[in-house]
């Protein structure tokens, strides 16, 4: 059960109130010697916040950001930003101490009580290595030792005389059993907050919570927005899509009549009116019209074509100097953050190497700046783009039914995320929730995924 996994490694099912967090502290930016557009960010949690920062980062290589464009932003001084997320997990827990309770229940033939953690401080656990789990035995019952005698299989095939009885039972069962065992597994993960740490550094609540230096998370964070979304506007068409964003890449891949696009010029193909991007896509759904649509639909296509060329290779997507700008920062920001990402896709490497297990992201990000980020973070090859989804505009419970139909009813999810929305739709769905809230509930997921536990 993997309820009973996850309780070994201290998460409980679920939060008891699922309520969200207070509202966070408002942050008093700091005065920066740098200057760029301010933007208009719509962020993980859905709701949209202004820094009103007229000192960010600036680096000028991407292609500049029409006047017009209306982007994203986070909360200017003096407003206070109400942030969803909860932190119900408690810091600096004992792995060790609950592997050693749960291996005393009657689960204990399963798993071997001698792990050796590194938030493990109890005397009473042996420092050896993990070893093989010890194969099931009943108290009460005895071991069934096969008789491989002749006199046992008088048939020629080494089956009992009445073979044709037993055969009847094996052959489905075994053929059931190897079903089983090879039933997907899909893992459905949020992303900022729970794979990367973005979000929180420019709310300034990382560095609160963790005991970090302020203004270096704040500066992190607003270099990142800046590569986010000048990736985003110049290679992936945020320009174009910002009003027409979708749910999935391929949403509307239907009204594509797969016209060859090597020699396609996005720029004079008339699909931006004179009006400005709002006229586009309306919310109700109201489109241009056939040929719009189809302008539409293969703006998407190079979005994809892109994301599977370069997911592998963001330093030639950004181009020189930009590539050294981007390593430099994410160097950074695995110092800051403890090497966070660094564990979380530890995980997802485990998740991939099965071949019965697949990963799939749930956002409540825009789908174009997600796909921004899903490459600036190098997480390209473990999502593929096709198991990306936005919940910006429907929702995560909405993404989930979507997903399910997907897989099956018959495949086995685990969600993975820090967030309210996630954890009630995982519960409301009868979906085992990983909760993580700190860097150590990423490596005791690890840990739990080596050793074949989840």
Request: glycine share 8%.
């Amino acid at each position: 059960d993997l309820r009973a996994v996850m309780a070994a490694y201290g998460q409980t099912q679920y939060s008891p109130a699922l309520q969200s967090a207070g509202p966070y502290t408002p942050y008093t930016y700091h005065t920066q010697g740098y200057s760029m557009p301010s933007y208009n960010i719509k962020t993980e949690d859905g709701l949209s916040h202004s820094p009103g920062q007229n000192s960010l980062l600036s680096y000028s290589n991407f292609s500049s950001t029409p006047p017009s464009q209306g982007l994203y932003s986070y909360s200017t001084p003096g407003q206070s930003h109400t942030h969803t997320h909860t932190h119900t997990h408690t810091l600096g827990f004992n792995i060790g101490n609950r592997i050693t309770n749960y291996s005393q229940s009657q689960y204990s033939p399963y798993y071997n009580t001698h792990y050796n953690s590194p938030y493990l401080a109890s005397s009473n656990i042996s420092p050896s290595a993990i070893t093989t789990p010890i194969p099931y035995q009943h108290p009460e019952h005895p071991p069934v030792v096969p008789n491989h005698s002749p006199e046992s299989h008088p048939g020629t095939d080494g089956w009992p005389a009445s073979s044709l009885y037993w055969r009847m039972i094996y052959y489905p069962l075994s053929i059931l059993f190897i079903f089983l065992s090879c039933s997907l597994r899909v893992f459905v993960w949020d992303l900022d907050e729970t794979i990367i740490i973005f979000h929180s550094l420019l709310t300034g609540s990382f560095s609160t919570r963790f005991g970090k230096d302020s203004s270096k998370a704040v500066s992190l964070g607003l270099w990142m927005e800046e590569m986010i979304f000048n990736l985003a506007d110049s290679r992936l068409f945020f320009n174009d899509l910002e009003e027409c964003d979708q749910v999935h890449i391929d949403d509307v891949a239907s009204d594509d009549n797969g016209q060859d696009l090597s020699m396609y010029n996005f720029g004079t193909d008339g699909f931006q009116s004179p009006a400005g991007a709002g006229t586009l896509c309306l919310g109700s759904g109201v489109h241009g019209g056939v040929d719009w649509m189809r302008k539409l639909a293969f703006r998407y296509r190079r979005v994809k074509e892109i994301y599977n060329t370069y997911k592998n290779n963001v330093g030639g997507l950004v181009g020189s100097p930009k590539r050294e700008e981007w390593l430099q920062l994410r160097r950074e920001m695995e110092v800051l953050t403890d090497l966070w990402l660094t564990q979380a896709v530890k995980a997802l490497a485990l998740i991939n190497s099965r071949p019965n297990c697949v990963n799939v992201l749930v956002t409540t990000t825009q789908l174009i700046p997600a796909l921004s980020k899903v490459l600036l973070y190098g997480l390209g090859s473990a999502f593929p783009i096709e198991n990306i989804y936005s919940a910006t505009k429907t929702g995560k419970e909405s993404c989930f039914e979507r997903v399910a139909q997907r897989f099956g009813r018959r495949a086995v999810y685990v969600v993975i995320g820090d967030g309210v929305e996630e954890e009630s739709v995982a519960k409301k769905k009868n979906m085992p929730f990983w909760r993580v809230s700190c860097r150590p509930d990423l490596e005791a997921l690890s840990h739990a995924l080596e050793l074949d536990y989840l």
